[in-house]
Each structure stands twice: as structure tokens, then as C-alpha cells.
């Protein structure tokens, strides 16, 4: 008996040994790796602020491409359903405005004469409370003609970025059909009696077919603008429309975000120039939220040893977590840019 007491502690101290043991190794290889972290160079791994300013020389006219805007809008008939071909999966629109790496939502609202000329004004919101005009569009019946002009902001594109063409106001009942299926009130004609659509979305409060989707690289968005015919299209503003005297008002025409906007623009207002310098100066020394980068260096290492007990976007941000309540769909991100979506 004496013995195998004797023999049971031994084992318990040469357990305990061990586990110390094993907490001081763990320990010391965390050290290693915070140091290796700090005297790796900078050229090993791109750093956030590194990223931030190339963001700013994207142009962000290369998110929307005008032509593709004007070869959809003979696909639909209404403002409702225009907004929601922009803003769904594989869509023309991978504008990212203010730089989160993801597709900003754009919001579509209706105006002028239902009967006889319709306009569709398209902005975004790069943060809340900003608004920044992206396009004016014009619809103008001619007979059987539906005329189409296509006008992008001069901030973004400059001074006469204009296209023209044209389509039959009553659509294929084909098309109705298929663009039916993806739940949108469809209307036959540009001209049927309806009520003007204004977009009932604002920041951070999108519909349930927005997915806040990862901007694509170029070679992609051009595969993708592929899918529609723009050899008909025409550069300048519609004759027909310059000829004509009816005449309706963009509410938005002209409106520009002060700040939130970090891609680079043709005509940027005074405003804008100082919050992309004031706030790449900030980046390069750690402001606007940002560590120096020694810290981020840091985070970076700890992020990883952490990723299997939080999640973390493939783009820097952090997953959306989703809840249900009766039907309805709330997200969150971390970006803070878009940060839920609920309702059908």
C-alpha cells in the first residue's frame, strides 16, 4: 500500500510539472511571435494604411459604367424596378464609394411627367447623411419611341459624360415575364399612369436582396458588362430631347457628399479635395480610428491566432451576424458604413 502511495506521487507531480511545463512553452512561443511580428518588414504584407490610399486613386467613375446604365434602362419600365437590377447580385453597379470593399446601395427616385417624360435620378449615400448624385436620367416619348438620355455627375465623370439611344415604350411580353419572377410591379409601358417611385431605403437600411457584395476586379467587371448591347448607344445628349419643350426638374440634380467619398473623381469640389488629403494625411499617421503601425502589426498577428473564436470577412470587416424576427432579415457589419437590412 505504502508503495503504490508513493508510486500515485510521483504521478501527480509529474503531471503538475508537465502542465506548468506546458504553460510556460505556450507562453514563451507567444513572446516569439509578438517580437518576430514587430521586426518583420513592411514590404512583407500590404498595410491597412498602404490600402486606404490606393483606394483613393481608384476612380470611382469605374464603378458604374454609363453605357451599361444606358442599355439597361431599355430594359425597364419604372424607377422600382430599376433600382433593384442595380442593386442585386452580378449587377452593373460596383461602385464603392467610400471605400469598405463593398457595393454600395443605389437608391433610385422617380420624377417629372409619368405620360409623356419620366426621369430617374440615381445618389448614394457614402455615410449617413451624405448624399452624392451619381446619374440624371431622362425618358421621353416620341411616338412609339421611347427616347433615353443618360447624364453622369461631373464630380464623378467629369464634364459630359452624356450617352443616347432609344427603345420601343411597350415591352416584349417575354421580358415581362422574366424580370416578373424576380418580384418587382411591372409596368408594360415607360408611360403608364403609375405613382412616382421614390426609394424607401436609407443608410444602413437596405432590402433583403442586397447582399453588401464584395467589389470585383476590373477584368470581371468588364466580363460582366459584356452581357449588354451597347454598340447602339450614342455619345452626347438625345436630338430628340434637345428639340423638345417639355421640360422636368432632377431634385437631386447636382448634390455632392462633403465628405465619406475616398475614391479618387474627375471634378471634385473644394470639399471634397480637403477630406480625401485631410483624411489620407490621417491615414499615413494613424488617425481616423487607426493604430500606428507597429499596433496594427500587432492586431494583425493577434487577429490570427484568434480567427478560430471570431469571424472575420475575407475583406477586413467582421462577418454578418444575422437574426430573424417574424420573417424579417437584420445584419450588421463592422464597418460601420452599412450596418443592417430588414423588410421584403
Known amino acids: 500500500m505504502l508503495f503504490n502511495k508513493r508510486i500515485q506521487g510521483f504521478v501527480m507531480k509529474a503531471i503538475k510539472i508537465a502542465v506548468i511545463m506546458i504553460l510556460i512553452l505556450n507562453v514563451g512561443y507567444a513572446l516569439v511571435s509578438w517580437v518576430s511580428s514587430e521586426e518583420r518588414p513592411s514590404g512583407s504584407y500590404k ?63 422617380e420624377f417629372g411627367d409619368v405620360e409623356s417624360k419620366i426621369g430617374y435620378s440615381l445618389t448614394v449615400e457614402p455615410v449617413k447623411g451624405e448624399v452624392q ?42 421580358t415581362i415575364q422574366q424580370s416578373g419572377s424576380h418580384g418587382v410591379s411591372m409596368h408594360t409601358s415607360y408611360f403608364y399612369p403609375h405613382t412616382l417611385w421614390v426609394s424607401p431605403w436609407l443608410f444602413g437600411l437596405y432590402p433583403p436582396y442586397y447582399g453588401f457584395y464584395p467589389v470585383i476586379g476590373p477584368r470581371m467587371y468588364s466580363s460582366r458588362l459584356s452581357r ?73 498577428t493577434s487577429s490570427r491566432s484568434s480567427s478560430t ?15 430573424t424576427f417574424g420573417g424579417s432579415s437584420f445584419r450588421s457589419s463592422s464597418s460601420g458604413s452599412r450596418s443592417f437590412s430588414f423588410g421584403k
Not at 77 to 94: A, H, P, V
Not at 140 to 146: F, H, I, M, S
Not at 256 to 275: D, E, M
Not at 281 to 296: A, E, H, I, L, P
Open 47 to 109: 498595410q491597412p494604411e498602404l490600402l486606404e490610399t490606393q483606394q483613393v486613386e481608384a476612380a470611382a467613375s469605374e464603378g458604374l459604367d454609363l453605357l451599361a446604365l444606358t442599355a439597361l434602362v431599355k430594359e425597364i419600365r419604372s424607377g422600382q424596378e430599376l433600382e433593384r437590377k442595380l442593386n442585386e447580385k452580378d449587377s452593373i453597379n460596383n461602385l464603392d464609394l467610400n471605400g469598405d470593399n463593398k457595393v454600395d446601395y443605389i437608391n433610385v427616385k
Open 133 to 174: 448624385e451619381l446619374a440624371d436620367i431622362t425618358v421621353e416619348l416620341n411616338a412609339e419611341k421611347a427616347e433615353i438620355q443618360v447624364i453622369g455627375n461631373e464630380n464623378i465623370y467629369g464634364d459630359n459624360a452624356i450617352y443616347n439611344d432609344w427603345t420601343p415604350v411597350e415591352r416584349e411580353k417575354s
Open 228 to 300: 449588354y448591347d451597347r454598340s447602339s448607344i450614342n455619345s452626347g445628349r438625345n436630338s430628340y430631347q434637345s428639340r423638345s419643350n417639355r421640360s422636368i426638374q432632377n431634385p437631386n440634380k447636382g448634390k455632392t457628399a462633403k465628405s465619406g467619398i475616398t475614391r479618387s473623381l474627375k471634378k471634385p469640389t473644394a470639399t471634397q479635395k480637403q477630406f480625401q488629403a485631410t483624411r489620407a494625411k490621417n491615414v499615413k499617421s494613424g488617425g481616423f480610428g487607426r493604430t500606428s503601425r507597429s499596433t496594427t502589426s500587432r492586431a494583425l
Open 309 to 323: 473564436r471570431s469571424s472575420t470577412s475575407r475583406f477586413g470587416t467582421s462577418r454578418t451576424s444575422r437574426s
